[in-house]
């Protein structure tokens, strides 16, 4: 086992980016490395399974900083997401610098490299003060990084933000190199709805060019699916390693067993299993599961139109509704929805949904194109609905549906006669076919790129040897 190197990962407090973060961990540990994973204090408490996994990778270990905010603030986005990170930089950095500094003078294993959140540009800058190793792991698409990159370009040529209102939101957008011809106004990053002075549009844009000050970029994407668009990436930085789809990556290290247990030990909810169950009884590939990551919320209304649109689609659905995150709807509406979906749909506040996805029954996967959604519906060749909302998730879709060619983007629209026509044409519709055979190759390359001699294989194996070496 290495006695030196000792790796800080640092995830952005949010579930899509602490799981495929403690997944890197798992696999680093799994080599033998020491890794420090560092949660806020609010998340800390939450990931409850945190010793079962220090059990089972002995060199893990978990420890948490404040995110210097108060204890009832909502920590979600929509309520408080300029909070969120103004709080970051003003209390949590100083007392990372410190955190930092003393591991170098208390401990007998001092850390050696940080990998930092894609958005938590501020450990970058504080590991390279105190002369340790800064990686940053941005935890989006290649695609939504790259065009990321490009809108201060694109601002300067003339792009009038927000985007939306009278626009036409179908024109494309040209000057991102490798995306003319497909980028439209209507697929910008979710910052690009937003007024050009807002505190979180801006956050996006200085995060991503100031990732360019870490020393080495580890996305969670694979060379056959996003060559063109890391191909202008790749310069921008010292090195580039892709590692994903981590989850699969981690099955191919760990085993079935093993990487399904440590996908519900990242989740910030308890899942519930019960779910599976009713998937046993359905027929096969015939239910849809609909889910919409951890952050986006529904409108009474918006939910009201897909439970319309999914009870006359006619088929069998599982219906991940966020009521416990405090996500606009109520445990009455969810009984409600409940008793009068009857036998047809099964409603939970959580699902295991690596598991649900690779449930025979499951022949359609309804998502907000979150990017480990995205990538998980990949691994297990569902085909998609995409029903983007925020972030990064507006440019996943289209890339689904256009560049990969493995589901349908219903962006912009939210009524239950589209989201009908979307599932009946998904699940049964002349299109499906094609759709299929394009997600069983993706499927297929996915597979083969986390095996061994596969390129996210071996840039595992090249990272774990480059942080070896410092
Ligand atoms: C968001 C962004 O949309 C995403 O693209 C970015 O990279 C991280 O922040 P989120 O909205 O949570 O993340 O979506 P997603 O990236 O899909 O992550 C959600 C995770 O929660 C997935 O790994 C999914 O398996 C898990 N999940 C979701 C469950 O385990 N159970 C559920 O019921 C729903």
Redesign the pocket.
Known sequence: MDQQAHILILPFP????I??MLSLAALLCQAGLHVTFLNTDHNHHRLTHREALSTRFPTLHFESISDGLPTDHPRTFQHGGDQIISAIKSVTKPLFREMLADFGRKSELPITCVIADGIMSFAIDVAKELGICGITFR???ACCLWAYFCLSKLIEEGLQLPVGGDDDMDQMVTGVPSMDGVLRRRDLPGTCRRQPDDPLSQFFIEETKAMTRASALILNTFDDLEAPILSHIAPLFPKVYTIGPL?ALLRSRLGDDLSLSL??SS?L?E?DRSCIKWLDSQPLRSVIYV??????MLTHGQILEFWHGLVDSGKPFLW?IPIRRGAGAEQEILEELQAGTGEMGFL?D?????EVLAHPSVGGFL????????L?GIVAGTPMICWPQ????LI?SRWVSEVWKVGLDMKDKCDRSTIKEMIRTLMEGRGRGEIIRSMNQLANSAHVCVREGGSSCHNLEKLIEDIRKL
Do not use: C, M, R
Not at 291 to 296: A, E, M, P, R, Y
Not at 350 to 354: F, G, R
């Open positions: 949010a579930q899509g980016h799981k495929p935890t989006f698409s989850n996908s519900s989740s909810w899942a889910s919409f990551g951890s952050l986006v991940v939970v959580w699902a295991p949904q690596e998502t907000h194109s979150g990017w480990n959604s995205t998980e925020i972030a990064d998730q996943n």
